[in-house]
């Protein structure tokens, strides 16, 4: 489905259109240079591969690796609410080797100084857990999609770190006649929060009614968290190996520690207690020890991404890869790769970035990791600009403090059923490659409205209307206001930012 959109800024080429998230083919397309597949942006690399001879270039082919060379299993920590203890936890993992992900609730200016910025810096990723941490099968619709939406932009904005994936809280509860949200309805809503993993519970997709590869989960399990012990830690552990052997996951060889940092509860050595646990199972060869973030982002390109085999020169053949974009999975990770026949040499080359061709390693077996186009990286800095009463666009009040003379606002016209942008580059810079996410609740139909435009230059406005979509007329979307996310990324400088745009609308 496309979405129409309007433009008054006649020296910018503007393209609007929307593509279905996770489409059981690829449905993707690629106007103006911006491509979108399943809802997230792409870019596009090209590698060169050299063999033996021109037989061997044109019978060449190239596939995806399920796992990063040598790895057999990926391994990370999940650690649940805003708890001053994940301090100690960063520093229990990092001293095994081990990376995890921490789903808060609230941050504040101190939270964020103190405890996240030791998370990043041990490479860790946070994630979203909601606002309020509230039984979301007791909650309407609306109020769902702004405890997962409204936590998202909230983190995203205190901590400069992109939020990619989620955990529920007190889990995902069974539907009942008396449930206000259902588990589909509540699937549907973190996918169009762009939420696309998180260590849950195995093939947590399928109870939510999402596809396979909608959201990336692994097999979960504990070392019980108030009282660290080895023997619960091996029983879930060899769980999790026997599951991923008999081919129970969808989502590949991953498996995620834990739910929360209560370690200290009955133990006041209760971290050093987990080390000695942890210990048991680090620095091994043939384990990714990663973050959500990253597996989510590994295994999406490894199912979505795209390689086609492009030309043949003689005793070279070049392959293009379409791969998503950093900033919308929330990792800068390597893809795997393997040639067959083992090629002589590969290098590769970022077309967007027109980077010229850097020489990759490769084994025996023809595989190799293809790292990111260096401009391919994840925003610095990330704002917030609120319009909490949906006023009538007046630019100048909608200002970001991160980005000097950036000024953006967005409004929702309920007559029209568009959702109305201004964006005004008061800046000496260019913005480039300015594209956005219209993120709505259940209130309309359909996908994630997608939108790009190639460039904003100094001292110019853009003015646009995005077409929503058709409206449910459900009577529990009436209930509670509706909160509406128009992410805006986009390259200023050196740098990618972005920006939160959201909207709140009081319902009668």
């Given at each position: ?19 279905g ?37 044109e ?5 995806k ?17 805003t708890?001053?203890?994940?301090f ?13 992900s921490?789903y808060?609730n ?20 946070i ?25 998202r ?6 901590t400069?770190m992109?939020a990619?994936t ?10 009942t ?17 762009g939420l ?6 195995i093939n947590?997709?399928?109870r ?14 504990n ?21 991923i ?29 987990l ?15 990663c ?19 492009v ?16 900033q ?5 990770v ?27 390693t490769v084994?025996?077996a ?10 391919q990286?994840l ?38 059923n568009v ?8 800046s ?6 300015v ?12 996908e ?7 460039e904003?230059?100094p ?22 206001a ?14 990618r ?12």
């Open positions: 489905m496309k979405h129409t959109l309007k433009l008054w800024a006649p020296t910018l080429a503007l393209v609007a259109f929307c593509v998230m996770f489409s059981v083919s690829i449905n993707a397309e690629e106007i103006s240079g911006q491509r979108f597949a399943y809802g997230l942006a792409q870019y596009e690399q090209e590698i060169t591969l050299e063999f033996a001879t021109t037989e061997e270039a019978a060449a082919t190239v596939e690796l399920e796992m990063p060379i040598g790895k057999t299993l990926a391994i990370s920590g999940r650690w649940d609410d708890n001053s203890a994940h100690q936890m960063s520093e229990t993992m990092k001293k095994n080797g081990w990376k995890g921490f808060l609230k941050c504040d200016e101190n939270y964020a100084k103190n405890i996240v910025s030791q998370f990043k810096k041990d490479g860790n990723s994630g979203v857990h909601t606002l309020r941490h509230p039984h979301l099968e007791t909650v309407v619709p609306n109020r769902v999609f702004e405890e997962i939406m409204g936590n932009v909230d983190l995203e904005t205190k400069d992109t990619t989620f955990t529920f809280p007190f889990g995902l509860g069974k539907d006649p008396e449930s206000l949200t259902t588990a589909v309805q509540q699937g549907e809503m973190i996918i169009r929060c696309l993993g998180g260590p849950e519970t947590m997709a399928k939510m009614g999402l596809k396979s590869e909608q959201f990336v989960s692994p097999h979960r399990f070392a019980n968290d108030r009282d660290p012990n080895l023997e619960t830690f091996q029983k879930g552990w060899e769980s999790g190996l026997k599951q052997r008999e081919g129970w996951s969808s989502c590949g060889p991953y498996m995620a520690l834990g739910t929360h940092s209560w370690q200290t509860s009955v133990h006041k050595d209760g971290f050093e207690r080390s000695k646990i942890l210990a048991t199972q680090a620095n091994r060869a043939d384990v990714w020890y973050n959500s973030n990253e597996y989510t982002t590994y295994r999406l390109n490894f199912v979505q991404a795209r390689v086609e085999k030309k043949v020169e003689g005793k070279c053949a070049t392959f293009r890869i379409y791969r998503f974009e950093p919308e999975t929330g990792a800068i390597d893809m795997g790769l393997k040639a067959v026949p083992t090629p002589k040499k590969v290098a590769c080359v970022s077309v967007s970035a027109n980077e010229n061709g850097k020489t990759l084994t025996e023809g595989e190799f990791m293809l790292p990111n186009a260096t401009n990286v925003p610095a800095q990330i704002d917030r600009i609120d319009n909490p009463t949906n006023n009538v666009l007046n630019a100048e009040t909608f200002t970001c403090n991160e980005f000097p003379g950036l000024k953006i606002a967005s409004r929702v016209n309920l007559e029209k959702l109305e942008m201004e964006i005004r580059n008061n000496e810079k260019t913005l480039k490659n594209k956005g996410h219209i993120r709505l609740p259940l209130k309309w139909k359909g994630t409205p997608c939108w790009y435009i190639p904003i230059t001292s110019s406005t853009v003015k646009m209307e995005i077409a929503l979509g058709e409206i449910d007329s459900a009577e529990n979307l009436k209930t509670y509706l909160f509406i996310d128009n992410q805006v990324d986009f390259e200023l400088g050196e740098e930012g972005r920006v939160h745009s959201t909207v709140t609308i009081e319902q009668p």
